[in-house]
């Protein structure tokens, strides 16, 4: 949602914008605050969500076709799974000259059985002979669709990494510390560990609870764990870290007395890394993690698993400290080192802002965008 609203607005005035948007699902988060402050009204499909109904997707198509046939467009560009499909049906149904699609993710691993996994390549397959050109957020990304999925020819791959607004990570950082620390009750003595995003299984946050445990039994310095987000994982994560031993509160805590605090959905992520002292990803599969953006734009040190396009965003040793998915324990021994080693933790998030800025700002993506789109209407003319 982030990247289609900064194209929306800021793709105008050289390109008319509308920016199209299906319902959120009642564990996601509601972007409403973005588009608000960037003064965009999207136009909502009600009917279309990630989960698959097939009345509620052929509904939403129709509603797509007569979007399009109002709006005339000489672009539809989609964005996601399920958009993605029925947005690219409907451009082609009503013979839009250029249709783009950009994969943020995928679903191809991790999330399905081998037999869903198979059907939904082929739904891609045949989506991508109905795409104009495919955008990839990461050469490891683009790699896999081409070469491992065979999504689509190379030739009609793009690789166009996100962009974002990165500014407000920067600004005013310790007013925002203070404020997000007094939240909580965090001592001056304590480390921070924030990791953020769904509580859905692709997201491995048992891994995240796990290192909290490893931590318990191997450091004695003072720490406090955040979990930012929400999803259909929250009760299993709960139970688990009572199981591990790990106590916790929660969104309606008055007090934070304990090493864990799950938040649920949080609109200021510049105070919450504000505050924080590491920011940690344990996804099984990502295409370009804004949360890792989004830290090292704070100046924050980051740790990961070394998944999809982790290490287009992350510089190894210099910005943040990677594991491979299947290592728990390096995982668990990187969080205890940036954990004790102050110095550690300040040579890694000294060389972040600088990568993530020129690399992921929002300007690059609409100059890269501009290019793109450009380069695709001059071709339909000559055809």
Not at 185 to 197: C, H, K, P, Q, S
Not at 341 to 370: C, T
Request: with cysteine; hydrophobic share 35%.
């Amino acid at each position: 949602m982030l990247n289609a609203s900064y194209l929306t607005k800021y793709m105008s005035p050289e390109f008319e914008t509308m920016l199209v948007a299906g319902e959120r699902e009642d564990h996601e988060k509601d972007a409403g605050f973005v588009t608000d402050s960037l003064g965009i009204q999207p136009v909502f499909i009600s009917n279309m969500s990630r989960s698959i109904n097939l009345r509620k997707d052929y509904d939403s198509y129709k509603q797509l076709q007569k979007l399009i046939g109002q709006f005339k467009p000489d672009i539809v560009h989609t964005h996601a799974a399920k958009p993605g499909a029925l947005g690219r049906l409907a451009a082609k149904s009503m013979n839009v000259p250029v249709v783009v699609h950009t994969f943020h993710g995928h679903v191809f691993h991790s999330y399905f059985n081998s037999i869903k996994n198979n059907v939904f390549i082929n739904i891609e397959r045949y989506l991508g002979r109905k795409s104009d050109a495919i955008i990839a957020i990461s050469n490891e990304q683009k790699n896999e669709l081409v070469n491992k999925f065979k999504i689509a020819p190379e030739n009609k791959f793009r690789i166009i990494p996100l962009g974002l607004d990165l500014d407000k990570f920067q600004a005013d950082q310790e007013n925002k510390r203070k404020k997000f620390r007094a939240e909580f009750n965090i001592g001056d003595d304590e480390i921070v560990i924030t990791i953020t995003g769904r509580l859905v299984p692709v997201k491995n946050h048992d891994l995240f609870l796990k290192a909290i445990r490893f931590l318990k039994e191997n450091t004695a310095t003072r720490f406090k764990a955040f979990i930012v987000g929400d999803g259909e994982t929250r009760n299993e994560l709960e139970q688990k870290a009572s199981g591990y031993g790990i106590k916790f509160s929660d969104e309606k805590s008055n007090e934070h007395p304990h090493e864990l605090v799950f938040t649920s959905w949080r609109k200021d992520i510049d105070y919450i890394n504000a505050g924080s002292d590491i920011i940690a990803l344990t996804s099984l599969n990502e295409g370009t993690p804004v949360s890792l953006i989004e830290a090292q734009a704070a100046g924050k040190p980051v740790i990961s698993t070394r998944v999809g396009g982790i290490e287009t965003v992350v510089n190894e040793n210099i910005t943040g400290l990677l594991s491979d998915i299947d290592d728990e324990q390096q995982f668990c021994r990187n969080l205890l080192s940036l954990v004790n080693d102050h110095e550690l933790r300040k040579r890694l998030s000294g060389s972040g802002v600088q990568h993530v800025i020129e690399k992921f700002s929002y300007q690059r993506l609409v100059k890269d965008m501009s290019k793109l789109y450009n380069e695709l209407l001059d071709s339909r003319k000559n055809v």
